[in-house]
């Protein structure tokens, strides 16, 4: 891998355009797709009303998601008006799900590729520019783009994705992603641990692992054996001064000795994000979570024997189907005891084909979903100041990423716990550098300290 082609080329040759819906996979995939259209000779363009191509690559994981990128489908009809021979590309989620449907219902949409099909898009684009339609929706047992440096689009040269595995076999009565992503793979350790060195000579400083469930990540090949600990540890021991975080576990598979493993190496970060959905136990059952109430206090108990100073941070759904209101207060006093630091809380959004919609009724009003989430946000509001109000006083260690959108005289940047910190800026500092910052005051989303 080569630390020249870390970030986008530009220049002459016809230009792409990538916008980007969803989660950290879908982000990480588009610089995958950079990475193939770049070797295919195009260049990058942040401009839209300069590409040749613009792809969108999308999210299906609840309907207001795709509403949004039909929103955005209409209002691209206006470059292809200026533009004939402008190429519009579908891909990711949304694609792998409607596929042909997307062509068919919105006449402007000249490629649709899903999530496994990246590697065919030169040729789709090809396809396409000779007029015919071009869909290549095929999942994979086996793909990874394993050997692909992606391109890096992040904007602060500090913190980036790598992918370790793609797709999801859990099942989740709600969840549209295994049908969308298709069966569970785990990427060769060798190219994540080599993609991981390439970032920190490039002078990155955090790398997130990603999966849907990162915790049953596991390579079986050729005589070597990697389960997540053992890739955890070999990618933390790059440098000490190289971050690790990872994302998602799922509670199920969060093991002692992961916790053990964190607790070994101070740059894997003291954050686990560990999506509860829900605190009651009947809910989980119907939700095919695979976990009850108590087994998930469990995980949270061993965190906190293990790693004392770790943040806890989860996902949360109002209004699943049949849910009580008994049901809902689970949810919140569960929320109260494992104290988390935060949140991403959604309502239930029924999903086509999911268990869900194939057995359950989608019987809880919007209304009463509605007020079961604001309730929810406002726990975790008040949850998330309580956790900020703590740090006041305390010093942290801060990866410096960025200056801050307030203040040009700020920078702003993640303790080990990813709590966001805003700080003075001072000359000798500079973004990718490691400050100790004593914090002085806080709100519910920000520390704000000083430079010690
Ligand atoms: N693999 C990850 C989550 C991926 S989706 C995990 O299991 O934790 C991210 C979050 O979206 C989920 O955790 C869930 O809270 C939410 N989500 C998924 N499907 C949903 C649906 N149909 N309606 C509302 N929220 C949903
Ligand atoms: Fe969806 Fe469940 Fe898989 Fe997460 S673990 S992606 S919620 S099926
Ligand atoms: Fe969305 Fe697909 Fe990610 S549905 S959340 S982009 S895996």
New binding site residues.
């Given amino acids: 891998m080569d630390i020249k082609n870390l970030r986008p080329l530009t220049g002459e040759g016809r230009k792409i355009y990538i916008e980007t819906y969803g ?1 950290q996979m879908n982000v990480n995939d588009s610089e995958v797709v950079l990475s193939i259209m770049q070797d295919e000779g195009f260049r990058y363009t942040e401009d839209i009303a300069q590409a040749d191509v613009i792809f969108v690559n999308t999210c299906s ?2 309907d207001n998601a795709e509403q949004r990128i039909w929103g955005r489908l209409k209002e691209f009809k206006q470059y292809k008006k200026r533009n004939k021979s402008l190429l519009i590309g579908i891909i990711g989620c949304m694609a792998e799900r409607l596929k042909e449907e997307l062509i068919e219902k919105e006449n402007i949409v000249d490629i649709v590729a899903g999530p496994d099909s990246y590697r065919d898009l030169p040729r789709l684009v090809r396809q396409a520019s000779d007029g015919a339609t071009a869909v290549n929706v095929l999942l994979s047992r086996e793909e990874t783009y394993a050997e692909i440096s992606p391109v890096r689009l992040d904007k602060n040269g500090v913190s980036a994705f790598i992918s370790i595995m793609r797709g ?1 076999n ?1 099942m ?1 009565a ?4 295994p049908y969308t992503r298709g069966t569970e793979r785990s990427r060769n350790p060798e190219t994540i641990i080599a993609e991981a060195k390439t970032l920190f000579e490039g002078g990155y400083r955090e790398v997130t692992l990603l999966g ?2 990162v915790n049953s990540y596991l390579w079986n090949k050729d005589g070597n054996k990697t389960d997540f600990p053992a890739l955890l540890a070999a990618v933390a021991e790059i440098s000490p001064l190289l971050r690790v975080r990872f994302s ?3 509670p199920k598979d969060l093991s002692d000795e992961l916790l053990h493993t964190m607790a070994r190496y101070p740059n894997l970060c003291r954050a686990i ?1 560990l ?1 509860a ?1 829900s605190g009651s136990t009947r809910m989980l059952e119907l939700m095919n979570r695979k976990y009850s109430r108590e087994w998930y206090l469990d995980r949270i108990a061993s965190i906190r024997r293990i790693l004392p100073d770790c943040a806890i941070s989860t ?3 109002a209004g699943f189907c049949t849910e009580t209101e008994q049901d809902h207060k689970d949810t919140l006093s569960l929320m109260e005891s494992v104290g988390y630091e935060s949140a ?1 809380m ?6 086509p084909n ?1 268990k ?1 919609a194939r057995h359950f009724k989608d019987d809880v009003p919007d209304d009463v979903k509605t007020q079961r989430l604001t309730q929810i946000i406002q726990l975790q509001n008040e949850l998330s100041l309580k956790s900020n109000k703590k740090d006041v006083g305390r010093e942290f260690e801060v990866l410096i990423e960025g200056v801050s959108k307030r203040s040009e005289n700020q920078f702003f940047g993640r303790t080990s716990q990813n709590k966001v910190v805003v700080f003075d800026r001072k000359p000798s500092l500079k973004i990718g550098d490691y400050v100790n910052v004593k914090i002085n005051d806080c709100s519910s989303a920000t520390l704000m300290g000083e430079v010690i």
């Fill in positions: 989660c994981i609840r999801c859990n989740c709600y969840c549209v992603v849907q469930n998602t576990s799922h994000h999506p959905q996902d949360i759904i991403f959604f309502k239930y959004s029924e999903r999911t869900a």
